[in-house]
């Protein structure tokens, strides 16, 4: 899963930054090449899923309630308290937060999907629909 690919190239030092159709990356550590080579082939494969992931979240405009919330609990999931019933972005489209049980179960019914069935996704999947232009 992309989200996934990301934490875990951002856990390891890389920052990828969108550029154009491209995806820049650098590396807080420097000689490792040989050892992000891995996770460096993985990007390039995964790159426009990648690109519009990272376009996407860079994107994002968090509602100030959310911004409270994260820093009163410490916790990001907490971030989606305040977007229950609000309009999200996932990877398999637009839908509605409908609970937050934990970072691994923000659930989200999807606008093209039946409208009583949740779709469980990571808290680092999930952004506000409502983006920066």
């Not at 807080?28 to 990007?43: G, M, N, S």
Request: glycine share 6%; hydrophobic share 45%.
């Amino acid at each position: 899963m992309i989200s996934e690919l990301v934490a875990s190239a951002e856990s390891l030092g890389i920052l990828l930054e969108p550029d154009g159709d491209h995806i820049h990356f650098s590396c807080r550590q420097p000689d490792v090449q040989e050892v992000l080579k891995p996770i460096l082939d993985l990007i390039a494969e995964n790159k426009k899923a990648l690109l519009a992931f990272i376009k996407r979240r860079q994107m994002a405009v968090w509602p100030r309630e959310s911004v409270e919330q994260v820093a009163k609990f410490g916790k990001f999931h907490n971030a989606f308290m305040p977007l229950l019933g609000k309009r999200v972005w996932t990877p398999k489209g637009e839908g509605v937060v409908a609970q937050v049980m934990g970072p691994a179960h923000i659930r989200v019914v999807l606008d093209n999907g039946d409208p009583n069935r949740m779709v469980d996704f990571n808290e680092h999947e999930v952004f506000p629909a409502g983006s920066r232009r």
